[in-house]
């Protein structure tokens, strides 16, 4: 199991979101840069950046500060939140970045997720985010009419790879992943499935390791103590 530390960015800090809720918001570490360098110490292999300005407004905000924390990583960085456009995922692969998460793009705009399948293939992760099994754009901040699970089933007709799937409802709350959701998802859809959401301690990676995850975005437990990139061989 590779565990995936996340850094979410608000005005150039790191948080944690409950629940996908913008007005619960606990900043976790001041400074990105030191943050990203703490993980690679640890033994990270892959670090996933959120930026959560663009994600609600629908544009790069953080794109200078996360070139930054790319620029000093030796290690690959995962990128998410406000990209819509071919421009934006031009830029931040000149960055270096080496995955680009697409969400509200991905449902909004098709046209455009096809030709960033076209142009970069291995590099387009799709983020599936979602509340009692309907998928959320912007943010989290708008819930669609779009089943998680048929989502996923066309994301993988059209090529993807890669499926990011988040519980909104277990964000950030230490309260377990939603195995039935996750296992549903592993067992349907030939893609990869990278968990997120909810994870809590050591117990939670081996439940999901058992339904054939093999790696997980793990955020607040990581933040608290509660699991330790120095143990990530499960």
Known sequence: MRIIPAIDLINGKC?????????????????????????????????HIVDLDGARRGTSVQFELIRKLVEISRIPIQVGGGIRDLETIDKYICAGVARLVLGTAAIEKPGFLQEAL???????????????????????????????????????????????????????????????????????????????????????????????????????AIYDGKVTLRRDQI
């Open 15 to 47: 948080v944690r979101l409950y629940q996908g809720d913008f007005r619960k918001t606990t900043e976790v570490a001041s400074d990105p840069l030191i943050q990203i360098q703490q993980f690679i110490e640890d033994g990270a292999e892959l670090v």
């Open 118 to 220: 076209k142009k970069y293939h291995h590099h387009i992760v799709i983020g599936i985010d979602a509340k009692n099994g309907k998928v959320a754009t912007s943010g989290w901040e708008n819930i669609s009419e779009v089943n998680y699970l048929e989502f996923a089933k066309k994301m993988e007709q059209l090529g993807v790879e890669t499926i990011i799937y988040t519980d909104i409802s277990k964000d950030g709350t230490m309260s377990g992943p939603n195995l039935y959701h996750l296992e549903k998802i592993v067992n349907q859809v030939g893609c990869k499935i990278i968990a997120s959401g909810g994870i809590r301690h050591y117990e939670d990676i081996l439940s999901l390791s058992g339904i054939g995850i093999t790696e997980a975005i793990v955020g607040k």
